[in-house]
């Protein structure tokens, strides 16, 4: 049974029928689903998940892109909710130039969010987009290797990729890897060691080919751990057992 180990199941995407579709997860082998926070609202809607369904845990912070909106009310929040028996890690927090932000603002937001993470022993799921080299030396002056954790739908070369994985962080593999111009990421999983890759969907966003372009969830993670296997040679089942512990002993579930 397949771990994604980063959903937004909590999207308005999902409002039509997000129970339906989680009701499925099993059906269609998905066995557990981490939901990962972004925003405030999301924060909230993290929570109300994994209180209803049983396969669902969830992470919680603020994406670099909604940054502006944090404040002490908040980082408070996210402290006293940490404590929550389903609550396995602080993201999604990191890094993202693609869009013209303060870039100070969002490595403050990202260093507290680290430090969080460090005084409550969990680790970070890291947003990192365009903006490898400042993400690599925030987290290495912040001492990021004694936190653990992943960096999620990984864009870059492979060089960064060693650097990363030398910090001891996972790779977090999605639906780019499926994709005809998704070189680069399958480059990267030819060079990464299985026992550091973890499988994730980004739902609703990035859906695998055949379904590129269209909502994402789930149940199309089985696209990725299967091109996994092809570049690797080895078999699905293998893939989707391998990641599944990495992604348990990632999040300090076992």
Not at 59 to 81: C, F, M, Q, R, S
Not at 189 to 205: G, M, N, Q, S
Request: charged content about 30%; hydrophobic content about 35%; proline content about 2%.
């Amino acid at each position: 049974m397949i771990f994604d180990t980063h959903a937004h199941m909590d999207d308005s995407w999902f409002d039509d029928d997000r129970r339906e579709l989680l009701e499925s997860m099993k059906d269609n082998g998905v066995e557990t689903i981490v939901n990962i926070a972004a925003d405030t609202k999301s924060l909230k809607s993290t929570i109300q998940l994994v209180d209803e369904y049983d396969f669902v845990f969830g992470a919680l912070g603020i994406h670099p892109d909604e940054v502006g909106d944090l404040n002490e009310e908040i980082y408070k929040w996210i402290e006293e909710n940490l404590s929550h028996s389903k609550i396995v890690a602080v993201g999604e927090i990191g890094m993202d130039y693609h869009r013209e932000h303060d870039k100070n603002m969002q490595r403050e937001a990202f260093e507290r969010q680290m430090d969080i993470a460090r005084r409550h022993d969990m680790p970070i799921v890291v947003h990192s987009r365009d903006a490898a080299n400042d993400t690599y030396e925030i987290m290495k002056a912040n001492n990021a290797q004694e936190i653990g954790g992943v960096i999620h739908c990984f864009s870059y070369e492979k060089e960064m990729a060693r650097q990363f994985l030398d910090m001891n962080y996972y790779i977090g593999v999605g639906g780019v890897v499926t994709f005809k111009n998704g070189r680069k990421l399958k480059e990267v999983v030819e060079y990464t060691p299985l026992d550091r890759i973890v499988l994730e969907t980004d739902a609703p966003y990035l859906a695998p080919t055949p379904f590129r372009g269209q909502r994402n969830d789930s149940t199309y993670i089985k696209y990725v751990a299967e091109e996994i296997a092809r570049i690797k040679n080895i078999s699905f089942d293998e893939v989707v057992e391998t990641t599944k512990q990495n992604a348990l002993k990632m999040y300090k579930m076992k």
